[in-house]
C-alpha cells in the first residue's frame, strides 16, 4: 500500500490539508496512522475524498455526509443509508427547482413590464408574485 503524506493527499484531491485535518475532526475521514508524530495516510483515503466531494456537488451537507460514513445503531447498510439520503435530496432538489421555476416566470414577467418607472414596475413585479401561482 502507498503511504501518503498530509500534504501529498491535499495535493491530489485538490484540496487544503486544514481541509483534511477538519474532516478528521469532524469523523468525516477516519484518523490517519501516525510515524514520528506525522499522518500517513493509505491511498484509499483519496477515494473517500473524491466521495466526499462529489456528494457536496450533489447538495449534501457533511452533516448528511457523517451519516453515511457511520454505523447507526440499528446497523443500517450504507447502501440502505445512502439510498435514504439520496430520496430526501431528491425531494429537496424538486422543491428548489419548483422555485427556480416560480423565479424564472417572474423575471420573465418583469421583462414584459411596460412601465415608465421604477415605482409602478415594483408594483407589477409585487403584484405578480403575489397571484396564487407564486405563493
Request: charged share 25%; aromatic share 8%.
Amino acid at each position: 500500500m502507498e503511504a501518503l503524506t498530509i500534504s501529498e493527499v491535499a495535493r491530489r484531491a485538490g484540496i487544503r490539508t486544514s481541509t483534511i485535518r477538519y474532516y478528521e475532526s469532524i469523523d468525516v475521514l477516519p484518523q490517519p496512522q501516525r510515524v514520528s508524530g506525522r499522518r500517513i495516510y493509505d491511498a484509499a483515503v483519496l477515494e473517500r475524498l473524491a466521495f466526499i466531494q462529489v456528494t457536496q456537488k450533489l447538495g449534501f451537507s457533511l452533516n448528511e455526509i457523517q451519516l453515511l460514513f457511520h454505523t447507526q445503531e440499528d446497523q443500517t447498510p450504507l447502501s440502505e443509508r445512502w439510498q435514504a439520503l439520496a430520496n430526501q435530496k431528491i425531494v429537496e432538489m424538486e422543491g428548489l427547482i419548483r422555485q427556480a421555476v416560480d423565479v424564472k416566470e417572474l423575471l420573465i414577467e418583469g421583462l414584459r413590464c411596460g412601465c415608465t418607472n421604477l415605482f409602478d414596475c415594483m408594483d407589477c413585479v409585487v403584484t405578480n408574485y403575489y397571484e396564487p401561482t407564486h405563493l
